[in-house]
Protein backbone atom coordinates (compact mmCIF):
# COMPACT_ATOMS: atom_id res chain seq x y z
CA UNK A 1 0.00 0.00 0.00
CA UNK A 2 1.33 3.41 -1.06
CA UNK A 3 -0.24 6.93 0.19
CA UNK A 4 0.26 10.40 -0.38
CA UNK A 5 -1.00 12.95 1.17
CA UNK A 6 -1.63 16.64 -0.82
CA UNK A 7 -3.40 19.90 0.27
CA UNK A 8 -0.86 21.53 2.80
CA UNK A 9 -0.04 24.97 2.46
CA UNK A 10 -0.43 28.21 4.70
CA UNK A 11 -3.23 29.55 5.89
CA UNK A 12 -4.30 32.27 8.39
CA UNK A 13 -6.32 31.31 11.30
CA UNK A 14 -9.70 30.71 11.29
CA UNK A 15 -9.17 29.66 7.43
CA UNK A 16 -10.08 26.23 6.21
CA UNK A 17 -7.84 23.64 3.95
CA UNK A 18 -9.15 20.26 3.21
CA UNK A 19 -6.51 17.38 2.56
CA UNK A 20 -6.41 14.06 0.80
CA UNK A 21 -4.98 10.87 0.87
CA UNK A 22 -4.66 9.06 -2.16
CA UNK A 23 -4.06 5.25 -1.78
CA UNK A 24 -2.77 2.50 -4.18
CA UNK A 25 -4.03 -1.01 -4.15
CA UNK A 26 -7.60 -2.86 -4.52
CA UNK A 27 -7.86 -3.16 -0.57
CA UNK A 28 -7.96 0.43 0.03
CA UNK A 29 -11.73 -0.37 0.89
CA UNK A 30 -10.73 -2.97 3.97
CA UNK A 31 -8.60 -0.33 5.67
CA UNK A 32 -9.22 2.17 8.62
CA UNK A 33 -7.39 5.31 7.62
CA UNK A 34 -6.13 7.64 10.25
CA UNK A 35 -4.42 11.14 9.94
CA UNK A 36 -1.94 12.22 12.07
CA UNK A 37 -0.01 15.17 12.91
CA UNK A 38 3.70 16.15 13.92
CA UNK A 39 4.28 20.09 15.29
CA UNK A 40 8.16 20.87 15.90
CA UNK A 41 9.74 19.06 18.73
CA UNK A 42 6.67 17.47 19.48
CA UNK A 43 5.44 13.45 19.16
CA UNK A 44 3.35 12.13 16.47
CA UNK A 45 -0.60 12.64 17.48
CA UNK A 46 -3.80 11.27 16.59
CA UNK A 47 -6.13 14.02 14.85
CA UNK A 48 -8.49 11.45 13.46
CA UNK A 49 -9.64 8.27 11.79
CA UNK A 50 -11.99 6.69 9.53
CA UNK A 51 -13.48 3.19 9.22
CA UNK A 52 -13.48 1.62 5.98
CA UNK A 53 -17.11 1.50 5.64
CA UNK A 54 -17.02 5.50 6.26
CA UNK A 55 -19.68 5.37 8.79
CA UNK A 56 -17.91 5.65 12.00
CA UNK A 57 -15.44 8.59 12.26
CA UNK A 58 -13.59 9.35 15.47
CA UNK A 59 -11.10 11.89 16.57
CA UNK A 60 -8.66 13.78 18.88
CA UNK A 61 -10.72 15.72 21.33
CA UNK A 62 -8.35 18.59 20.22
CA UNK A 63 -10.07 18.72 16.60
CA UNK A 64 -13.35 17.50 17.75
CA UNK A 65 -16.00 20.01 15.57
CA UNK A 66 -13.82 21.49 13.34
CA UNK A 67 -12.14 18.86 10.98
CA UNK A 68 -14.34 16.05 9.16
CA UNK A 69 -12.94 12.75 7.70
CA UNK A 70 -14.44 11.54 4.81
CA UNK A 71 -13.81 8.62 2.16
CA UNK A 72 -14.51 8.10 -1.52
CA UNK A 73 -13.24 4.31 -1.36
CA UNK A 74 -14.19 3.97 -5.29
CA UNK A 75 -11.04 7.01 -6.08
CA UNK A 76 -9.26 5.30 -3.10
CA UNK A 77 -8.66 8.42 -1.45
CA UNK A 78 -9.63 9.56 2.07
CA UNK A 79 -9.87 13.74 3.23
CA UNK A 80 -9.42 15.27 5.95
CA UNK A 81 -11.53 18.78 5.95
CA UNK A 82 -10.20 20.90 8.65
CA UNK A 83 -12.16 24.49 9.59
CA UNK A 84 -11.62 27.12 12.06
CA UNK A 85 -7.66 26.54 11.92
CA UNK A 86 -5.45 27.69 14.43
CA UNK A 87 -2.20 28.34 14.74
CA UNK A 88 -2.04 25.10 17.16
CA UNK A 89 -2.50 22.90 14.18
CA UNK A 90 0.82 24.08 12.59
CA UNK A 91 2.37 20.51 11.53
CA UNK A 92 3.33 18.08 9.33
CA UNK A 93 -0.19 16.26 8.59
CA UNK A 94 0.08 11.97 7.46
CA UNK A 95 -2.17 9.90 6.59
CA UNK A 96 -1.88 6.13 7.68
CA UNK A 97 -3.90 2.38 7.16
CA UNK A 98 -4.73 0.45 9.80
CA UNK A 99 -5.01 -2.76 7.51
CA UNK A 100 -6.24 -5.24 10.20
CA UNK A 101 -8.87 -2.53 12.05
CA UNK A 102 -12.03 -4.49 10.29
CA UNK A 103 -11.30 -7.48 11.12
CA UNK A 104 -10.68 -6.77 14.88
CA UNK A 105 -13.18 -3.85 14.97
CA UNK A 106 -10.60 -1.49 16.70
CA UNK A 107 -10.64 2.60 16.74
CA UNK A 108 -6.78 2.82 15.98
CA UNK A 109 -5.68 6.20 18.08
CA UNK A 110 -1.96 5.21 18.73
CA UNK A 111 0.42 5.75 15.69
CA UNK A 112 1.94 1.81 16.34
CA UNK A 113 -1.41 0.28 15.24
CA UNK A 114 -1.10 2.22 11.67
CA UNK A 115 0.55 -0.37 9.55
CA UNK A 116 1.21 2.06 6.56
CA UNK A 117 2.24 5.68 6.41
CA UNK A 118 2.40 8.13 3.56
CA UNK A 119 4.89 11.19 3.32
CA UNK A 120 3.10 13.64 4.97
CA UNK A 121 2.33 17.26 3.52
CA UNK A 122 2.66 20.55 5.56
CA UNK A 123 -0.08 22.86 7.22
CA UNK A 124 1.02 26.46 8.46
CA UNK A 125 -1.72 28.39 10.33
CA UNK A 126 -0.73 31.79 10.71
CA UNK A 127 -1.96 33.84 13.68
Known amino acids: VQLQASGGGLVQAGGSLRLSCAAS????????MGWFRQAPGKEREFVGG????????FYADSVKGRFTISRDNAKNTVYLQMNSLKPDDTAVYYC?????????????????????WGKGTLVTVSS
Open 96 to 116: AADTIASTIHRLGRSPSQYDY
Open 50 to 57: ITWSGLTT
Open 25 to 32: GRTFSTYS
